[in-house]
């Protein structure tokens, strides 16, 4: 599939709920003594991979009207458990379905059966679980046990979600347990999600630096209705078009004291000469001079894409450090981004754990391939709105991974989508 954007953006736009916190309430709702719903008023592929595969575990959860209502797990042993393309389905329950010794097979579609999880394996197979995976270091990968608790020792340089699973299985467990993460945590923002998560369903962890106790023979139990906030991740596409553009956007439904990692688009914006007001969960971009910087995106490597659309307009040179991970998301997206920015005449270099980007004049000149990642795609149609000519995007339809509508939204704002 192919379309054709470009277009001013102007006007106001509510993004999707929160993904990241839709996965954990949904999880701590299953793992519940008691029923609960949950708001949520959209919702995208990976959600729904995380539903799928919690009522394959036992869970009993309907979505209808905005709202999930989620019966809690009896288990049921042996399933399969089908992912889809979300990293963060298969990392947290892996760790899940281990603790309620499910014996589950877990698969998944996309570049997930090549992302990395055999440091996760490795900790689990030393406390009581067993695997057998079908093809070398990917999936469909079966577990078997009752994963143990006790004393655990975790990279935190691989990936956060990791620990978010541990974080969620061993309360369950008979023992208390402990986490230590080695190498430095990324992503440390989505552990305070989960930690938060874990704290509405009554679940206690104390953390003490990069170690976490956690007291066994815990009882999961959420209010019978949470709401999930409106969602950063999504937020930030159009807080980008708004300062690049020439007409203010306005980002309506955002909790502006959220833990949400990525709320900090408004302060790498800011660092690079943007003007956003932030009041009354309304985020107002205006069109803005930027200039290149230094961005640290240790704890958000999902703005990296939409921001190098920001750096590919700005004056000067803008590197992102710590974004070596980038490699391993649903595509490759350090070689995404140079491809696509090199689509518009916008040069760009790779380094070990650096991104770099050039500003300059984009304009349309090659269709842009999306590489099958949904922030990809949408990153690309923001930088059109900019850009001389109309761009092609070859593979659109991956946006409903996380922002199903975006297009139509995208429309909403006075963009052109053919």
């Not at 192919?2 to 709920?17: A, D, F, Q, R, S």
């Amino acid at each position: 599939m192919e379309i054709k954007v470009h277009g001013t953006l102007k006007g106001e736009v509510t993004p999707p709920p929160s993904k990241s916190q839709a996965h954990r309430l949904l999880i701590c709702a299953a793992l519940s003594v008691e029923p609960c719903s949950i708001v949520c008023n959209s919702v995208n592929d990976d959600i729904m991979a995380t539903m799928r595969c919690l009522n394959a575990l036992g869970a009993r959860i309907t979505f209808s009207s905005g709202v999930f209502d989620v019966l809690p797990i009896e288990l049921v042993k042996g399933g399969t458990l089908d992912c889809g393309e979300s990293g963060s389905t298969l990392r947290f329950l892996m760790s899940v379905a281990a603790v309620l010794g499910a014996d589950a097979t877990f698969t998944g579609a996309g570049k997930l059966p090549q992302r990395p999880m055999g440091a996760l394996i490795d900790v689990l197979a030393a406390h009581g679980m067993a695997f057998e995976r079908h093809t070398a270091d990917e999936l469909p990968v079966t577990c078997s046990g009752t994963l143990q608790g006790g004393k655990f020792t975790l990279p935190g340089n691989i990936s956060s979600q990791y620990l978010t699973g541990l974080l969620f299985a061993l309360p369950l467990a008979d023992v208390d347990s402990e986490i230590e993460v080695t190498g430095g945590l990324t992503s440390a923002s989505y552990i305070d999600m989960t930690i938060d998560a874990l704290r509405t369903a009554g679940i206690s962890v104390e953390r003490r630096n990069n170690i976490f106790t956690i007291k066994g023979n815990q009882q999961y139990r959420m209010p019978e209705r949470v709401v999930v906030e409106g969602d950063w991740s999504s937020a930030a596409f159009w807080v980008v078009a708004g300062v690049i553009g020439k007409q203010p956007v306005t980002v309506c439904g955002m909790n502006n004291e959220s833990l949400q990692g990525d709320s900090a688009i408004v302060d790498h914006l800011r660092s690079m000469g943007a003007f956003i007001t932030v009041e009354d969960y309304r985020v107002a971009a205006v069109p803005s001079h930027l200039f290149g910087a230094e961005l640290d995106c240790m704890d958000t490597p999902d703005l990296v894409p939409v921001l190098s659309v920001a750096a590919a307009v700005a004056q000067g040179t803008t590197t992102f450090i710590n974004v070596g991970r980038l490699r391993f998301k649903e595509s490759d997206r350090l070689a995404a981004m140079k491809s696509v920015l090199a689509s518009f005449g916008i040069t760009s270099s790779i380094g070990e754990d650096t991104f770099t980007v050039y500003g300059g004049e984009p304009v349309a000149l090659t269709p842009v391939e999306s590489s099958g990642d949904h922030r990809i795609a949408m990153s690309a149609a923001v930088l059109s709105t900019v850009a001389q000519g109309v761009t092609t995007i070859i593979g659109p339809e991956c946006v409903a991974k996380s922002y199903p509508s975006f297009f139509e939204d995208f429309a909403v704002l006075g963009g052109t989508v053919e």
